[in-house]
Each structure stands twice: as C-alpha cells, then as structure tokens.
C-alpha cells in the first residue's frame, strides 16, 4: 500500500459499491474509497482509518473504514458529524506467490481443499473471503511451512461447510486413500469449523487403519483479521501430519484463547462448543490427544501427548477405505411435547435409522412409544445417545429407559450425537441386517465408546463465582 493524495478527479474507484446515503455522504464530504480519514461521529468518537469498498450486496446506509488496528467497522452514514481526509491509500489485497521450496530431508504432506479459507484475501468486491490454495499462494502467505514440510496440495472442491455432505465425504475418503498410496507421509484437510467434527467423525469410520496422520484444520477468524488463528492453525496442522507420532483422524485448532499451542482432538470425540471463540473445539468425555506448539519445548519437541492410547503412525500400514453413507437416516433432538407424528412421518418416508439424543440418562415421553414400536417394526434403527453430551445412556436405571429397550431402542453409551448419526449412516450404508446393526453400532471402532470417562474428561467452569474469578485471573492472558 502507499500513502499519497491523488485529486479526487482521478479517481475512477471513488464510490466502488457505495449507493443512497453513504454515496451522499463521501461525496458532500469530498472522499471516497481509499481515502485515509479521521472520521467524527455524533457522540464524538473518532475512527481513524481507510474507506473501504462496499458490497454489492450491502446495504446503503453505512460507510465502512479498515481501523489502523486492522478491524473493520461501519459507522451509520447519518451518525457522521465530520471528515477529515488525511492520505490515500489504494490498496491492492493478493497474496504474493512463491515458488514452494523442496528439501529431500522433509516429508512429504498433501493438502486437500474442502472450501476452509485458512489462508486468504478480501474480495471487496463482493464481501467474501477468497481462499489462498496453491502451494506457491500458502508460501506467500504463510512461508513458515516450507521449514516444516514440503507440501502439495488438491483441491477437492469448494463449498461452506454447512454444505459438506455425504457426496464430499465419500470424495475426501477415496481421495485419502489415494494420496496414502502415492507415499504422503501425512495429510492436511482444510475444512470450514461449523462441520468440522462431523467430518472428523465421518473419516473416522470411512478411513480405517491409517498409516500415517489424517489432520483436519479450519480457523474461526478469517486471514484478513488480525486476531486470526488461521496461519497457526495451519502451521501446527502441517507440523502434525509431518512429525506426529498419532496416524488417526485428528482436528486442530486452538488450544485456549492465546496463541500457545494448537490441541489434537480425536475425530469421533470433538464438538464445536462457541460460535465465535478460537478455541472453540472440545474434546467431550476424553483428553485431547496431544498438544502441539509452533515452538519446541524443553525437551526439544512441538508436542506433548496426554495419552498413550491412540493408533501409532507406520507407513507399512495398509489403510481400510470404506466410502459409503446412507442418506435416510435423521438425528432428533428430544425435548417436552415432542409428538409422535414426527416419527411416524420420518418412517413413511423411508427413513432407515434415526438417532435420539434423549433427555437424561436416555429417555423420551410415555405419547412417543408406540410410534418408536411402529417405525422399528417397519425396519427404522433406533439409537440412543444423550444431550447431556458428557456421561451415558444408561436405561436400564429407570423404568422409562428400561420400556424403550424393550422397544428395540439401541443404546449407545457415551457416543456423541453427531458422532452416532455419521456412525449408522455409515453402518446402513453397507447392512440391513438387524443384528449385524447392532453389533457394528455398539462396537467401538475409534473411541467413539469408552469403557469410561476420565477424572478430567469433565470441566465446566461456570463464570461468577468467586473461586472461579480468582482462577481466571490468575491465569488469563
């Protein structure tokens, strides 16, 4: 970027995007787009800043300013009282490229491309995010990865996660397969948070008896926004495909809200727990596998492992690829006054399974009995997880569980729910054998059941209370 005043004559991009009253308001005020200002609103609150471009699909009523902090923020074009332009600063968002260096002493790590924007720019444009993939892209954005691995990358496709589905599934499992066969000694896959774990869940089953480590990476906050978490997240996810011990479906992502250390979570034992925090990840009922670090520690490596229990990476190892999902299966979430029709018409439509996460220790109301006979007499798989998330489907404790067992409900213990409904799409995507269901469903493939839950598999720490609020202190960064 450069600072210079050029006359607002020669400006072709003055109003790029900009319409109605805020239009009005950069022309009365004799700005435009990529003008340096000090703009007064009418509370006195000053915003230093660049006039960015606004999008075609934005409103009209707001101007919107890059802080020199590097956030952006719209100021209602009626609250501004003053402008005062100080520079202009045309800028250009593009990633620079370079070529990606190879070093024959490094391993060899693919990434494969969902639609995640770990790396990017803003399209100003339209508003959106536009992802960094090629190899030579991620170097320029990112040029610490070429000291950790060389790294080819694939893109799979292109899509939000909340559009990830049985199609994308199958894909990304066939083409792990294929990248293991052509001797990646590890495998990255960006992928956007929101369905992030059930991904992980998904892989988890389809993808079986890895040889080496199958690493999942996203970040919550986007690369233009100077609290990303996305070049860590990146770094630490190619640094555990190369280095890590653990070939299992792992997701990672921040570990607590400062920038110390990435987590490795378990695919079958992860939840996205906030909206907005970067470390949003949990691992439920569990440890997380292990941490890593951009930075080594004392003893001279980027990971702590918490447990001992996983698959160890071993490139003689012949991976067990199983693409398959079936698509008529649903996941209800009960609550009070969940009526029976609901049931009923998932059965006529075909439905071949359905997961409950039922209140407590695995329970439903008296009113949806006969209808869970009705759809399981007609073929429907039934399964019980709880909403809890932490703890079992215990339903042999109370007289409600111990009724739908004898329905033919099949519980599930401490697998999660999203974890359950990725579980028997995948086990109906290959049976209708109702005994072979059940034995498939209560086997435990990859953690997905435990025989218990740890000491520490459980914290919530509840905001407000006074032992709380000394902890916090003591330890916020």
Not at 187 to 192: D, E, F, L, Q, R
Not at 372 to 381: L, P, V, Y
Not at 458 to 474: M, N, R, S, T
């Amino acid at each position: 970027m450069s600072s210079v005043m050029v006359p607002l004559a020669d400006r072709t991009d003055r109003f790029q995007g900009y319409r109605g009253p805020a239009k009005d308001v950069l022309d009365r005020c004799g700005i435009g787009v990529w003008s340096e200002v000090e703009i007064v609103n009418d509370e006195g609150s000053i915003f230093p800043g660049v006039i960015l471009p606004r999008s075609e699909t934005a409103d009209d009523l707001h101007v919107v300013v890059k802080l020199f902090n590097g956030y952006n923020v719209g100021i209602a074009a009626d609250r501004i009282a003053s402008v005062k332009e100080t520079g202009y600063r045309k800028a250009v968002y593009k990633i620079p490229e370079k070529e990606f260096p190879f070093d024959a002493k490094k391993k060899n790590i693919t990434l494969l491309g969902t639609g995640g924007t770990i790396a990017s720019r803003l399209d100003y444009r339209t508003g959106a995010v536009i992802p960094a993939f090629t190899p030579g892209e991620l170097y320029g954005a990112v040029p610490e990865l070429a000291d950790i691995a060389n790294l080819t990358t694939k893109k799979l496709f292109g899509v939000f996660s909340e559009n990830m589905g049985p199609e994308q599934y199958k894909a990304l499992a066939i083409a792990i397969g294929e990248e293991i066969e052509k001797g990646a000694d590890g495998i990255v896959i960006g992928h956007g948070t929101d369905t992030m774990s059930h991904t992980g869940a998904i892989l988890s089953f389809m993808v079986q008896n890895s040889p080496v480590p199958l690493v999942i990476v996203g970040s919550q906050r986007s690369s233009d926004r100077p609290s990303s978490d996305a070049a860590l997240n990146l770094m630490n996810a190619v640094r555990a495909a190369a280095e890590c011990d653990i070939a299992e479906v792992m997701l990672c992502m921040f570990g607590p809200t400062s920038d110390n250390y990435d987590l490795l979570h378990r695919g079958t034992r992860c939840r996205k727990m906030h909206s907005s925090y970067r470390s949003t990840f949990r691992t439920i009922g569990a440890t997380p596998l292990a941490t890593v670090s951009r930075y080594p520690g004392e003893n001279g490596s980027h990971f702590t492992y918490l447990t001992d229990d996983f698959l160890p990476r071993d490139k003689a190892r012949t991976p067990v690829i199983t693409p398959v999902f079936e698509e008529k299966v649903t996941i209800q979430y009960y609550y009070p006054n969940f009526n029976p029709d609901i049931v009923d018409g998932l059965s006529s439509m075909g439905y071949r399974g359905m997961v409950i996460a039922g209140t407590g220790l695995g329970h439903v109301n008296k009113p949806l009995y006969p209808a869970i006979r009705r759809a399981i007499e007609k073929g429907m798989t039934v399964v019980m997880t709880v909403q809890t998330l932490w703890g079992y489907a215990q339903m042999y404790v109370y007289d409600t569980g111990r009724d739908l067992l004898d329905l033919g409900i099949i519980p599930l213990d401490n697998m999660l729910p999203e974890t359950a409904y990725m579980k028997l799409a995948w086990v109906l995507g290959q049976t209708d054998d109702p005994e072979t269901i059940r034995r498939m469903m209560t086997t435990a493939i990859n953690h997905e059941i435990t025989p218990r839950e740890p000491h520490n598999g459980y914290l919530i720490l509840q905001g407000g209370l006074p032992e709380v609020d000394a902890f916090v202190q003591k330890h916020w960064k």
